[in-house]
């Protein structure tokens, strides 16, 4: 069972390792990918490479994951909300936006799962 929805397009994102989908419904568009299956470090690259394109719109980004990503959450600042829903197959859906109203800057190099 996917996740993604089904029209969303494939798109390329720099440094990601697995594909990434887009969709933009009423101006917004959502970006979308699925580390369920991979192991470290590749959700937090992923999740990184795309908290790189949302940043500064509007625009949200859906990781789909095996578990949640903890050692991830650790890394953000206060300029990135997350949102994290239990889905029924027993994989975990984050949702991530970006905070503008904030100072705080998330450094998205971070792309080790280490402290």
């Known amino acids: 069972m996917s996740h993604i929805p089904s029209e969303a397009e494939k798109i390329v994102v720099d440094g990601a390792t697995v594909d990434f989908y887009k969709l933009e419904k009423d101006g917004q568009s959502t970006y979308y990918f699925d580390t369920s299956k991979e192991g470290p470090p590749h959700p937090m690259v992923n999740a990184m490479a795309g908290l790189?394109?949302?940043?500064?719109?509007?625009?949200?980004?859906?990781?789909?994951?095996?578990?949640?990503?903890?050692?991830l959450f650790a890394k953000l600042e206060n300029d990135v909300k997350y949102n994290v829903e239990d889905l029924p197959d027993g994989l975990v859906k984050v949702t991530f936006s970006y905070n503008t109203d904030v100072a705080s800057e998330s450094d998205l190099t971070q792309t080790s799962c280490k402290g």
């Open 52 to 71: 790189g394109v949302i940043k500064g719109t509007n625009d949200t980004l859906v990781m789909i994951n095996h578990k949640a990503p903890g050692g």
